[in-house]
């Protein structure tokens, strides 16, 4: 007795094209430099767009709003992987009598940018 996978795998739905909730899959979006550019320098100054500011890049990039909130998700995650890489550098570097070398850090998160902390445009005149 030979059985037919093909037939098996199509009964059972796994194929695509079955069923009415089915979506077709969407390319890969391909960003060109300059709408890089102008994503990674806003995510300079703000990691969290709000809704206008998305409407904004959406209008300067050309891409929709949905693509850009799923490079800043991304971009978020990118950059706390950084920054606890960078933690585990420092604490790696541990002098062995408790304290810690903070000499190399330095924290670029953007409530410090925005809100005139240390580092900021406004803090450095």
């Given at each position: 007795?030979?059985?037919?996978?093909?037939?098996?795998?199509?009964?059972?739905?796994?194929?695509?094209?079955?069923?009415?909730?089915?979506?077709?899959?969407?390319?890969?979006?391909?960003?060109?430099?300059h709408?890089?550019?102008?994503?990674?320098?806003?995510?300079?100054?703000?990691?969290?767009?709000?809704?206008?500011?998305?409407?904004?890049?959406s209008?300067?990039?050309?891409?929709?709003?949905?693509?850009?909130?799923?490079?800043?998700?991304?971009?978020?995650?990118?950059?706390?992987?950084?920054?606890?890489?960078?933690?585990?550098?420092?604490?790696?570097?541990?002098?062995?009598?408790?304290?810690?070398?903070?000499?190399?850090?330095?924290?670029?998160?953007?409530?410090?940018?925005?809100?005139?902390?240390?580092?900021?445009?406004?803090?450095?005149?």
């Open positions: 007795m030979r059985l037919d996978l093909n037939t098996e795998y199509l009964d059972l739905g796994f194929s695509r094209g079955l069923g009415s909730s089915s979506r077709a899959k969407r390319m890969r979006t391909s960003f060109k430099h709408q890089l550019r102008t994503m990674k320098s806003y995510f300079a100054i703000n990691h969290n767009p709000d809704a206008k500011d998305l409407k904004q890049l209008q300067k990039t050309g891409l929709p709003k949905r693509v850009l909130q799923v490079w800043f998700q991304n971009a978020r995650a990118k950059w706390r992987r950084m920054m606890m890489k960078q933690e585990g550098k420092i604490i790696d570097s541990d002098k062995g009598d408790g304290s810690l070398d903070l000499d190399g850090y330095v924290s670029h998160s953007p409530g410090s940018y925005i809100m005139g902390g240390p580092g900021s445009p406004s803090s450095l005149d």
